[in-house]
């Protein structure tokens, strides 16, 4: 069964920067587009950024643009986000698994693409002054 473990959420303030990363195990990484998703306190799932296997940045969200940058390391089976410029209205969890377009109210609840469809813990993320 596939894991992913996400990590370098936390505080931040506006205008702040963060790094997060996600690591995979379990499944052949190299062969998957890998996407960032996130959850906001009473808000609906939201896919933020999306990259192909082959690197190329295919999906960022308008809410995110010319702030958030993702890439991925195949070598090490890793995703990351950076995002800079940060507000508040970017505090959610933030989790990294396969792009869809089918995407739930509840991240954890969208149907994953990856052979076990499994979901990590997420990363959280708090902007506040």
């Known amino acids: 069964q596939e894991q992913l473990v996400e990590s370098g959420g936390g505080l931040a303030q506006p205008g702040g920067s963060l790094s997060l990363s996600c690591v995979t195990s379990?499944?052949?990484?190299?062969?998957?587009?890998m996407g960032w998703y996130r959850q906001a306190p009473g808000r609906e799932c939201e896919l933020v950024a999306a990259?192909?296997?082959?690197?190329?940045?295919?999906h960022t969200a308008d809410s995110v643009k010319g702030r958030f940058t993702i890439s991925r390391d195949n070598d090490k089976s890793a995703v990351y986000l950076q995002m800079n410029n940060l507000n508040p209205e970017d505090t959610a969890v933030y989790y990294c698994?396969?792009?869809?377009?089918?995407?739930?109210?509840?991240?954890?609840?969208?149907?994953?693409?990856?052979?076990?469809?499994?979901w990590g813990q997420g990363t959280q993320v708090v902007v506040s002054s």
């Open positions: 698994n396969a792009p869809t377009a089918y995407v739930q109210a509840k991240c954890v609840e969208t149907f994953s693409l990856l052979p076990f469809h499994s």
């Open positions: 379990g499944f052949n990484f190299r062969t998957y587009a």
């Open positions: 990259v192909a296997a082959n690197g190329a940045v295919t």
